[in-house]
């Protein structure tokens, strides 16, 4: 371990070979949180949904709008750092691993929120046992499931490396470590092993990935109700996943670079990358947004009328136009403005982002079924205590398993770091000539 | 020093990591046992067979697909760790 403090890289070993108060004050608050939130499940267990204020109109609220916005941060990971690594986008080593473990944890939280949802957790078996695949709702089970699966193994397979390194460098849990790492030692053959396994995976999981948002989109969707029966909500249901995850993303790289010192990893220029593709994804969702409602106002059909009225002027417009400012005007401000567009102020912008499309989800889910086509008494939906707690309780959990994440792997791919300084140089500096014209016909042709 | 804090036998590893390939075979076989048995399903009560089969025929290579690239992986890694090595 002595000899550790003298490695170049030591900032990325730091988080797990050193003890630190913040992180146990950090995990207490967390865990009490948690707790909480089981105790409040658990009464809802007890009482039924009756202590939730779902009512006969609004049977999917918080949980439904938590699962989708959950599963659509976990867009940020594996989808981005599969596409840096395909486009050998080289700024993408110091970004992939967090990325990667976002989608991981995230997932399992989302996944988590029908059953809470359910009511009774017992009859989630019934899916086993009587499952049609002709429901979208089984199409959303199964998706998840191959996603979740998909991208634990593109988080775990490149992290071997890092893993063999701590085995053979720290005494911290060794035996993980050694059964973690498979014996992998460096040598040709086994690298060789990893990058074909990665490289089959960084291309079959963009696909799964947007398969997933797609088909989450189809709940909706393939009903007949007003303001879901849309043909664009597959894609716009992807762009806001990402939209959503870049921001997580970007939140979650600010909060440790500042935690674990990682200045002299995520530099600014990371930050910029990423706050462009911000923007590109702010932009893609206005469009999308523009697009569905023009559509709906041009159609002027009365029940469909009836939703958009009760989103742009009615009960719910303070929430649709905080939507629009946190998702497009402050992204567009802040991001195209070289003075605004620091890292406090691309912080700021992505906490709005994640407001803003958690927002879109209530906006999406909530008023259509408040106003339905049978001819029923309007019922407002107001979220119970109970609710709120499991929300609280959702977002605890993913910041403490991304805690104790970093307490026990590397936040940064440490090989990924090395690599590109042994060979990384060399390799981009050969491809940046690959695109040049090739400079001894051009003088041929100039003679 | 190192050594001799060890608790974890080198064979007790060895165990975890078979054990760890076979579970992840286990849940490539329930997955589809459980496809399968949706298939039935939607045979027995003429409801959508023909996208039941089609969304299977997705699932079932993914999850055999990405089971075989771990135990490629897995097996690979162990199998060459000593080739080339300058600490073998």
């Known amino acids: ?447 | 020093m190192m050594e001799k804090r060890e608790k974890v036998t080198p064979q007790f590893i060895l165990f975890l990591q078979i054990m760890s390939i076979s579970l992840i075979w286990v849940l490539v076989v329930s997955v589809i046992w459980w496809v399968l048995n949706l298939i039935s399903l939607s045979n027995y009560l003429h409801d959508a067979q023909n996208a039941t089969l089609a969304i299977s025929l997705l699932i079932m290579p993914l999850f055999v697909l990405l089971a075989g690239i771990l135990t490629y992986v897995f097996v690979g890694l162990r199998r060459n760790r000593f080739e080339d090595d300058e600490h073998a």
């Not at chain 1, 909500?233 to 997580?248: D, K, L, M, N, W």
């Not at chain 1, 499991?390 to 791919?413: T, Y």
């Open chain 1, 1 to 447: 371990m002595d000899d550790l403090r003298h490695d170049p890289d030591y900032t990325l070993f730091r988080p797990i070979l050193e003890k630190d108060r913040r992180f146990l004050w950090m995990v207490s608050v967390l865990v009490g949180l948690i707790g909480w939130s089981i105790y409040m499940y658990l009464r809802q267990w007890k009482y039924g949904l009756s202590v939730t204020g779902l009512n006969n109109n609004v049977t999917w609220g918080f949980y439904i709008i938590n699962f989708v916005f959950f599963i659509g941060v976990s867009h940020a990971g594996t989808l981005i750092s599969a596409i840096l690594r395909l486009s050998q986008a080289e700024w993408r080593r110091p970004i992939t691993r967090m990325a990667e473990v976002i989608t991981a944890i995230v997932l399992i939280i989302g996944g988590i929120h029908p059953i809470i949802d359910l009511g009774r957790p017992d009859r989630l078996m019934n899916v086993f046992y009587y499952g049609r695949l002709q429901s979208p709702l089984l199409w959303d089970v199964t998706a998840i499931t191959t996603y979740f699966t998909a991208s634990t193994v593109y988080l775990y397979v490149p992290m071997i490396p890092d893993i063999a390194l701590l085995r053979d460098r720290t005494t911290k849990f060794r035996w993980l470590y050694k059964f973690l790492s498979w014996g992998y030692r460096g040598t040709e053959r086994q690298k060789h092993i990893l990058e074909r396994a990665m490289s089959i995976l960084m291309v079959l999981v963009i696909p799964v990935a947007v398969s997933v948002h797609t088909v989450i989109s189809y709940i909706f969707s393939m009903t007949l109700q007003s303001g879901w029966h849309s043909t664009i909500f597959g894609p716009y249901f992807v762009t806001g996943a990402i939209y959503s995850g870049t921001a997580t993303l970007l939140v979650v790289m600010i909060a440790f670079r500042k935690m674990y010192h990682l200045e002299n990893y995520l530099k600014e220029i990371h930050f910029r990358y990423m706050s462009i593709l911000l923007l590109v994804f702010s932009l893609l969702w206005t469009y999308f947004t523009f697009s569905e409602f023009l559509t709906g106002v041009y159609g002027n059909e009365p029940m469909e009328m009836k939703v958009i009225r009760f989103k742009l002027t009615g009960a719910y417009a303070p929430y649709f136009w905080s939507m629009v400012t946190l998702n497009f005007l402050i992204p567009l401000i802040v991001l195209t403005n070289k003075k605004l567009k620091t890292i406090k102020g691309i912080l700021f912008t992505s906490i709005g982002v994640i407001i803003g499309m958690w927002l879109e989800r209530l906006i999406i889910i909530v008023p259509s079924l408040t106003n339905t086509r049978l001819p029923l008494v309007v019922q407002a939906y107001i979220p119970s205590l109970t609710e709120w707690s499991l929300f609280i309780g959702g977002i605890s959990m993913f910041c403490l398993l991304f805690l104790i994440f970093s307490k026990v792997f590397p936040l940064i791919s440490i090989w990924e770091i090395r690599d590109g300084r042994a060979e990384g140089l060399e390799e981009a500096k050969g491809r940046l000539e690959s695109y040049l014209p090739d400079r001894a016909v051009a003088e041929g042709r100039a003679q």
